[in-house]
């Protein structure tokens, strides 16, 4: 953090509440360009609500979320989507039905001009279109390591794969902002160090901006540029891995008071 | 020895035995022939039971060897039997007054297929039991034949039925002349490129025209020389027209032409389908036996045994080659480039385009009927597999648009207050019209409607589906069942107006819009069956043209994409409001122009047709063919609205014979007939093709 970049993402106050819940309770969160930023925490921390007012699947009811110095507070979740972020889901969340390029295809989306009419008619305008878009989807499922399975439903893809699928997905919106909820939920440790190179090989070979919720905090110590803790709704730590590994707060989060007593554990974290 | 579930299973089948018995299944058809002076319907649905309890008995010890299978197969059939033969006992016993007081359909066992020609009780339950026990051991016996040749013999005998249940309506199609030059053709030519085998494709296009050549040369002259115009083998018994090889009767220029590009195009059809895939491939074969059959069919006047024989063969040989066939033809096809399969795949699009454009005039008013009402189904369904197949919404007052596009185009066309107020009553019409001799002719001259059919035909699906977008709106945000409820509110509001006093002078209230004017094609009307059957025709392929191309377009992707998650989609950058409105209208549209032409084709338009059974109607067809399919809405509807009024010789049972068919195919084939394939999106990328290019 020596030399500041430019701000892409800033949360000022964000407040969410279901109910008597208040599931994100004023968090203040800045994602610079280019980093890649994690955000940690216990289950039920609010983690994934905080993504869901990100991306527009929830409207926060206080404070503002602004992207690239807009705000997107209130706007539909495909504006936030041409607006350049991009999001996978910690459930796996692909259109089932579709083959693994058709889902590639649904994520071009908004880059794609040809109306109703224009496949209704088959204008060549729309046909080149197509076929541009197709090519651009072979690349990156080659790209992500899906070479060959183009054709497959994605409900019938490998877990692995689907993990992939749905990156790739979110990579064909051309994203500048690419949200990661849980990129490793139950994978083996080879597949999540495979994750962690390709999710460095992202930002290296796409200029993206990364933010992610993780749980693996081997991946996250590995990977991250700084890490973010959640704790009740609330943003409780805030620095580099090394800082927040070391603070109490973080380690009361993870494993209660009473060890913190009796340990002091400055290490206990790694093994979370 | 005796399975463990073999009496269970059997008796089960015996339990529907016995309701069958008593709503007089096996006694009600026995008039009705399948095979003439052999074998009555009731005795085939007799026969049936017997055998279904033996199958089911021998599929409960699969696995233990042939005799086991028999023994069981007999026990089955003759518990079976048993059971009916107790049916048998309960009538004789039981005053008949009494029986039918409960089973109003019942009648005296006389004649039953149960009675077996006896007149007494006692030796017909014996009779029964033994037979059971026999045909239970065929069931067992065949139960153990590889599963192939049990399809065979399955769809074999079922093609026999099928033809003899329907002679009355199919016996006068095609003449067995016409049907054996064709088959002939076909067949000449397919194994003539299976023999030498092809160098190229042009190759194989020449060995197929050359054979059609030949054979039109052949028939040609076969046919001039028997003097096919009499009474003779190849001109059949009825009084059909044999068009095919009347043709070089007439001998001028252009009928000859004609009738030798008919034969071109079948060797084509021979010699390209041995490269073609299966489905395309085995519609050949299917084609030519269900022609060949039809031809020996109509060479007498009823099926008697040595035609059922024949026909036997016909369909045993076809389904024991095709599957083998099929294979070799597939991997032709996949290993051939990809210019020489589109040209194969034209080939067989303009052979099946010129067999639907011929067909009318074989086929005859009533089934051109059905054909044209299956149509409109084809029509709504392709609509209504916008909604639900592809983005996943459940519109039960799909009805709605359809009577939208019937009434708008009708009131447009018809007289009505909006062109002559006053005159359209009806009995001011009459003083009026008093010097005309025809009516309605006279009507439409005193009092036009506004527009002609094909003004009032754009209007009106535009009119459809812009009611349909704007229903739509206010229904954005349901999904599922309760977006089922609301859209079936719309569409029974919907009628209250059509049919309200209110609206009556633009609606006619319960009478409808009447006098509607047919089409016109310059000075052909389009009033008969088989002549709107084009224009059906021409829609239905429209329709299907439109929406493969919607499907693979990028809105098709965003309307499955929103069918499977809508979130996800939306955060994919989908605008889901849009798709869904245009989902909305894109099938509405399609709906009103299937209204259109319905009301034009009947030439009114009443709101009793415009029901929720219609709606659920056209759902059902849309799953049972296969949800998110274009084949799949075609075979639903053949299935669903075709095969009802065909089984019209079922008389009151067509409904329970329906419904079991229908339960049975969704237990079987819970996807649907035909469900879609998933698209091969990665051939067509650039970097596939120039590979493929490369080799």
């Known amino acids: ?272 | 020895m005796i399975g463990k579930n073999t009496l269970r299973n059997a008796a089960y089948v015996g339990v529907v035995a016995i309701l069958l018995a008593f709503m007089d299944v096996y006694s009600s058809f026995g008039e009705k022939d399948v095979i003439a002076d052999f074998f009555t319907l009731s005795q085939l649905l007799f026969y049936a039971t017997l055998f279904t309890g033996g199958v089911v008995a021998a599929r409960s010890v699969t696995g233990r060897g042939l005799g086991v299978s028999v023994l069981n197969g007999m026990v089955g059939g003759a518990l079976v039997a048993a059971i009916l033969a107790l049916v048998v006992a309960f009538v004789d016993a039981v005053p008949f007054e009494g029986i039918r007081f409960v089973f109003a359909n019942f009648s005296p066992l006389e004649g039953s297929a149960l009675m077996q020609g006896q007149a007494d009780a006692l030796p017909a339950m014996i009779l029964l039991v033994v037979i059971g026990a026999v045909v239970g051991g065929i069931a067992g016996f065949i139960a153990q034949l590889p599963l192939r040749i049990q399809n065979t013999l399955f769809g074999t005998v079922a093609a026999v039925v099928i033809i003899g249940v329907l002679q009355g309506q199919i016996n006068r199609i095609v003449t067995l002349g016409d049907a054996l030059a064709i088959s002939l053709t076909f067949f000449v030519a397919y194994m003539a490129v299976k023999a030498l085998g092809f160098k190229s494709n042009l190759e194989l296009l020449l060995t197929g025209a050359g054979v059609g050549v030949a054979s039109a040369i052949l028939f040609g002259v076969a046919a001039s020389m028997t003097g096919m115009e009499r009474d003779t083998l190849l001109r059949g018994s009825q009084q059909l027209e044999p068009i095919l090889l009347m043709l070089p009767v007439v001998g001028d220029l252009l009928s000859l032409l004609v009738f030798g590009g008919v034969f071109v195009l079948f060797g084509l059809y021979g010699a390209v389908a041995t490269t073609l895939g299966r489905q395309m491939h085995d519609a050949g074969w299917y084609f030519m036996a269900v022609t060949l059959a039809l031809g020996v069919l109509a060479s007498a006047r009823a099926l008697d045994v040595p035609l059922a024989l024949v026909i036997f063969v016909i369909f045993g040989l076809t389904f024991a080659i095709v599957p083998t066939l099929s294979v070799r033809a597939t991997a032709i096809y996949e290993s051939l480039p990809r210019p020489a399969r589109t040209v194969n795949r034209r080939v067989f699009f303009v052979v099946v385009l010129v067999i639907l454009l011929v067909v009318p005039p074989f086929m005859g008013a009533s089934l051109a009927n059905t054909l044209n009402l299956v149509m409109i189904y084809i029509i709504m369904g392709v609509g209504m597999n916008v909604m639900i197949g592809y983005a996943g919404l459940l519109d039960l007052g799909y009805v709605a648009s359809f009577a939208i596009g019937a009434y708008t185009a009708g009131i447009l066309t018809a007289p009505s207050i909006l062109t002559c107020p006053g005159v359209v009553d009806q009995a001011d019409a009459f003083n009026l019209l008093r010097g005309y001799e025809d009516t309605v002719l006279g009507l439409q001259q005193v009092c036009p409607g506004l527009m002609t059919f094909w003004q009032a035909w754009p209007i009106a699906i535009f009119v459809s589906g812009l009611t349909g977008m704007m229903l739509g709106v206010p229904v954005m945000r349901l999904r599922g069942d309760y977006l089922a409820i609301v859209t079936l509110g719309f569409g029974e509001i919907l009628q209250r107006i059509l049919i309200s006093s209110t609206f009556k002078p633009l609606f006619g209230g319960p009478q409808g819009v009447g006098r509607i004017p047919v089409p016109t094609l310059g000075d052909i009307e389009l009033a008969r069956s088989t002549e709107v059957y084009y224009l059906f025709l021409l829609v239905v392929a429209l329709g299907a043209v439109v929406v493969l191309r919607l499907a693979s377009s990028r809105l098709g992707r965003a309307w499955r994409a929103l069918r499977d998650d809508e979130d996800v989609a939306e955060a994919m950058g989908i605008n889901t409001t849009v798709a869904k409105l245009l989902a909305f209208g894109v099938s509405s549209a399609f709906s009103g122009m299937g209204g259109a032409l319905f009301g034009a084709s009947l030439q009114g338009i009443f709101p009793n047709s415009f029901t929720l059974l219609v709606s659920i109607n056209v759902l059902s067809l849309v799953i049972l063919g296969g949800m998110g399919g274009i084949p799949g809405v075609f075979i639903g509807a053949f299935v669903l609205v075709g095969m009802p009024e065909i089984l019209r010789e079922l008389r009151d049972y067509r409904l329970l014979a329906f419904g079991v068919l229908l339960v049975v195919t969704m237990l079987m084939r819970p996807d649907g007939l035909l469900p879609p394939q998933p698209p091969k999106l990665s051939e067509q990328s650039t970097a596939h093709k120039q590979a493929a290019a490369g080799d």
């Open chain 1, 1 to 272: 953090m020596s030399n500041q970049p430019e701000i892409l993402l800033n949360c000022a106050g964000v407040i969410k509440r279901f109910g008597g819940l208040t599931a994100v309770n004023a968090v203040d969160l800045k994602v610079g360009r280019g980093e890649i930023v994690s955000l940690i925490g216990p289950n039920g921390a609010g983690k994934t609500t905080f993504f869901n007012c990100i991306t527009g699947f929830y409207t926060p009811e206080e404070g503002d979320v602004v992207f690239n110095g807009k705000s997107l507070k209130g706007a539909r979740a495909d504006i936030i989507a041409r607006a350049g972020i991009a999001r996978t889901y910690q459930n796996i969340r692909l259109f089932s039905k579709l083959t693994a390029l058709e889902n590639i295809l649904v994520g071009m989306h908004q880059h794609l001009k040809a109306n109703m009419w224009g496949a209704i008619l088959g204008l060549p305008s729309t046909r080149r279109e197509e076929q541009r878009a197709l090519d651009d989807a072979m690349e990156l499922l080659d790209y992500c390591g899906l070479t060959g399975k183009g054709d497959t439903l994605a409900s019938n893809l490998p877990y692995g794969y689907q993990r992939r699928l749905e990156v790739a997905r979110a990579l064909a919106i051309r994203p500048q902002l690419l949200l990661l909820d849980e990129p490793t939920a139950g994978m083996n440790p080879q597949e999540t160090d495979d994750m962690m190179h390709f999710i460095r090989k992202l930002r290296g070979d796409l200029n993206l901006t990364i933010f992610l919720i993780e749980h693996d905090m081997k991946l996250v110590m590995g990977v991250s540029d700084r890490v973010n803790v959640m704790n009740f709704g609330r943003k409780i730590a805030e620095g580099t891995p090394a800082e927040v590994q070391a603070n109490p707060d973080v380690i009361e989060a993870y494993l209660g008071s009473s060890m913190t007593d009796k340990s002091g554990g400055k290490q206990k974290v790694e093994g979370v």
